[in-house]
């Protein structure tokens, strides 16, 4: 299976991206509608030959480029257990219906949906059992699996649903996907500079490359 291109759904920051460019594949395009998030992946990421689409709510496949995989850290604030638990109530909660239908009707080879743990447990586990077998009926083969950053080598502890999904024409079976192996913890400490915590202008360059460039 050859893989070459991703957009960027829900971008953020570009935590997705960078993981993804890292791999060596390439964004096409991005989409999301928040100014601050916005101004921060442009300082992360700047825009060469791929550009921001804005809402994905309004995005006609017939503008969008061809990408081979769908990547979608899509709002989790209605499925959070913190929270009022409002679900497809609030309209970021619908969001993920869009990027079903943007799934529908692109059909990249991948996608990778992520979203809070209690995405799974919300309305006693109905709205996620509707959003993998959605998932399903529209042609892919789907897996699901709650992972926590710091298994992973990051020095933060947050765990979240990851929802990959590989098109039916692929056969991918489930003795084909495996998920990441689990690595060494870090320590949070390793990743402060300097130890008075204050921060000269060369030192945050510093820590700006050192971020990009993961040395």
Known sequence: MRVETFFDFCSGIGGGRLGLEKVGLKCVGSSDTSRLANTTY???????????????????KWDMPKFDLMIAGFPC???????????????????????IRIIEETK???????????????????????????LTEIGYTVFHKVLNSIDYGIPH???????????????????????????????IANYLRPKNNEMSLEDKKWFVDDYLNNE
């Open 77 to 99: 604030q209605s499925f959070s257990v913190i929270g009022r638990q409002t679900g497809i109530k609030d309209p970021r909660g619908q969001i993920i219906y869009y990027l």
């Open 108 to 134: 990249p080879k991948i996608f990778i949906l992520e979203n809070v743990k209690g995405l799974i447990t919300h309305d006693k586990g109905k709205t996620f059992n509707e959003i993998i077998s959605t």
């Open 42 to 60: 442009d300082l992360l990421f700047p825009r060469k030959t791929d550009t921001n689409f804005g809402d994905l709510k309004k995005f006609d």
């Open 157 to 187: 502890m947050r765990q979240r649903v990851f929802i990959v999904g590989f098109r039916g024409d692929l056969e991918v079976k489930s003795e084909d996907f495996i998920w990441p192996s689990p690595k060494e913890k870090v320590e």
